[in-house]
């Protein structure tokens, strides 16, 4: 379900299925939007999208004699070729603020044939739950850069709605926001900006309308079709869940606002120098993961779900993450449950919910001024299971300082296995070491330097690093038991100019 939401004046967004307009929905329109608009540089996941009503099959039939002869134990997996397969790289023109991102992605694999098959091919099962959006848009003052990474559970359909709308919908509220505050000098060379409070509590706001939209508007217009084929395609993103990180930069401003719904992380590096003269870089957690082992999230359930267990064992009623879009079972009233239940083909409510709703999509902002130089990682959860947030800036760093983003892969230390203790940041006792996936592999890290992208350059070292068997073992592990060892991944790499 691609939402479209259009103002008086101009259309905002207009790609998606044939799905009447919300009429009294999210409005985005201002003297701004035109030119928010115009000129639009959006990479998403995929070149070609394909949309929940598309008629096309899905399915990639492989006839028996491509399969692969599975009872060969020495069939060697591209780990190459998987690793790098979603990976991207951009150069925004100058004057945006953004010298370069990058993004990678990692999908585990479903079947033990298929899976070797397309190991040994470089490719990856799709649709993976994940999802990335990118936006740089000009506007009157410059340039704004939006950057997101989509963590989707229990289906993909959330974040490919996520994928296609997020972006639209807080890029259009901001607008309006801007617009109303200059109202008559769309062009003026020193804009009226908004305090910071007014610009959180719209991002705020965009979010919530627009998990409203999917969770709720959606419901709604299930009921007015009274059709069960109908239920099936618009209550899609209802069902399945997605936790949210988006990163809005205004290259005026230099401020950068870090927007998370879920369990994903945004971490800023910053190059200094020790008392060596040394290059060394500063680490900044821009967000806080939202989860049931947090003491604020579990203090807020219980607040609002008195005498229920609402977190037992880390978990928010068996779930990961304490805010989410979609996760409808978790949102709609148990009347609407069990009305979908016996008329529209929907699932039976879960005997623990009392008193939805449980999750909200409200986000926490965090902001930051930036400097030049500096850098922004965003990740899905998956990452930071195997690399801490210094160690994830270090490895950056590092492979900035080998000349990987500037002048391709360098002679020096090419190949080289490298310690954390190598690594050029200051690594902190204090920090809180949930990287449990090397522990749980009984691997110690060891990281390297192969990749031209620096997010891919994660990717590896989240799994397996320099140990190529290791890494062999992961990726080729087969399903169910993939889920216990790894989590798809996404990451996104800023760099600021």
Not at 119 to 138: F, K, T, W, Y
Not at 183 to 203: F, G, K, M, W, Y
Not at 440 to 448: E, M, P, R
């Amino acid at each position: 379900m691609f939402l479209r939401y259009r103002s008086s004046r101009y259309t905002l967004w207009h790609a998606g299925p044939k799905i009447p307009l919300r009429t009294n929905g999210f409005r985005a329109g201002g003297l701004l939007l035109l030119t928010v608009w115009s000129a639009t540089l959006l990479t998403t996941q995929n070149r070609r999208t394909l949309h929940l009503d598309h008629e096309e099959p899905r399915v990639h039939r492989i006839g028996k004699s491509e399969l692969p002869d599975v009872s060969k134990p020495d069939a060697k997996v591209n780990i190459n070729g998987i690793l790098r397969r979603h990976e991207q790289s951009c150069f925004p023109e100058k004057g945006t603020g953004i010298a370069r991102y990058d993004v990678a992605q990692y999908a585990r694999y479903v079947h033990f044939a298929i899976s070797m098959w397309l190991a040994a091919e470089g490719r990856s099962n799709n649709p993976i739950e994940d999802a990335h959006a990118e936006a740089i848009l000009p506007v009157p003052s410059g340039h704004w850069s939006f950057f997101a990474v989509l963590d989707g559970h229990s289906g993909w359909e959330t974040s490919t709605c996520l994928r296609e709308n997020l972006i639209p919908a807080t890029s259009g509220a901001l607008a309006d926001l801007y617009s109303r505050l200059n109202p008559h000098t769309p062009h003026a060379d020193i804009p009226v900006l908004p305090s910071p409070d007014e610009l959180d509590r719209t991002i705020r706001d965009a979010f919530k309308r627009l998990d409203d939209d999917i969770v709720h508007w959606a419901v709604d217009r299930v009921f007015a079709s009274e059709s069960r084929a109908a239920a099936v395609n618009l209550l899609g993103p209802a069902y399945a869940g997605a936790c949210a990180l988006l990163a809005f930069y205004d290259a005026y401003s230099c401020v950068l606002r870090i927007a998370l719904t879920g369990d994903s992380r945004a971490v800023l590096g910053r190059r200094g120098t020790n008392k060596n003269g040394e290059p060394v870089y500063e680490v900044h957690v821009l967000s806080v993961e939202q989860d049931g082992r947090s003491l604020a999230e579990e203090f807020r359930l219980n607040a609002e779900h008195p005498g229920e267990a609402v977190v037992q064992n880390g978990r928010v009623l068996g779930m990961g993450p304490s805010r989410a879009f979609g996760d409808a079972l978790y949102k709609w009233s148990l009347d609407v449950q069990w009305k979908l239940k016996r008329e529209y083909l929907g699932r039976t409510p879960r005997p623990f919910i009392k008193t939805p709703p449980y999750f909200t999509a409200e986000p926490e902002v965090t902001q930051i001024e930036v400097r030049p130089g500096d850098f922004l990682i965003l990740a899905t959860d998956g990452l930071w299971e195997s690399l801490t947030s210094s160690e994830a800036v270090g490895l950056v760093g590092l492979w900035s300082e080998h000349g990987y983003g500037h002048n391709g892969p360098s002679k020096t230390g090419e190949h080289r296995t490298l310690a954390v203790q190598e690594l050029p940041v200051e690594l902190s006792e204090d920090e809180n070491d949930e990287s449990v996936r090397y522990r749980q592999w009984g691997a110690k890290k060891q990281f390297v330097i192969l990749d031209e992208n620096a997010a891919t350059h994660l990717l590896r070292n989240a799994l397996g690093g320099a140990d190529e068997d290791l890494a062999s073992a992961i990726i080729s592990m087969r399903a169910p038991r993939s889920r216990t060892y790894i989590d798809d991944i996404t990451a996104t790499v800023v760099f600021f100019e």
